[in-house]
């Protein structure tokens, strides 16, 4: 008797059967638009560049590759850390898997990977920026046929303003 009260005990508490800690709000939804986003992890920005991510695609359900940087890891420059690297591989995934048609990428300046890893001060992030996009938008086209957009985020008087960079 103490033995079958101690089996009930254990099927009483699998795994699965713990109560949450959180759950959304936001109703879970399949849809894909075969489109993923590449932007800097920096959280500052992260609320932002989701609602701009909302506002020219219509829905916020992009696969996204959030790194420090963003879309600078995708040049073929030497001065990227090596660890860096793995970015386009990892685009290359969600291509194959998620058979993505377009990718966004966003720059965003002041950006303290541009500042600590590449060495360009804040005023001169945005020309450099504007070159590393265009690269990033050569690699991510010779991956697959993909449309690219690319944009960068400023910050101005407490606000993210997104321009578009013609790649
Ligand atoms: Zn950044």
Avoid at 156 to 165: D, E, I, N, T
């Amino acid at each position: 008797m103490e033995e079958h009260t101690g089996n009930l005990a254990l099927a009483e508490r699998p795994t699965d059967s713990a109560p949450p800690v959180y759950e959304s709000t936001t109703p879970f939804r399949s849809l894909r638009v075969r489109a993923a986003a590449i932007y800097c992890s920096d959280g500052t920005v992260g609320d932002q560049i989701d609602e701009f991510l909302r506002h020219i695609l219509d829905t916020p359900l992009c696969d996204r590759l959030a790194v420090p940087g963003g879309p600078a890891s995708l040049s073929s420059s030497s001065e990227l850390p090596e660890e860096t690297r793995g970015v386009e591989e990892q685009l290359r995934f969600l291509v194959r898997v998620h058979h993505l048609r377009r990718v966004i990428l966003i720059a965003h300046a002041p950006c303290a990977f541009y500042r600590q890893r590449l060495g360009v001060p804040d005023e001169s992030q945005l020309p450099r920026q504007e070159e590393d996009l265009k690269e990033a938008a050569r690699v991510v086209r010779s991956l697959a046929s993909l449309l690219v957009d690319a944009y960068t985020a400023r910050i101005v008087r407490a606000r993210v303003r997104f321009h578009q960079v013609s790649v």
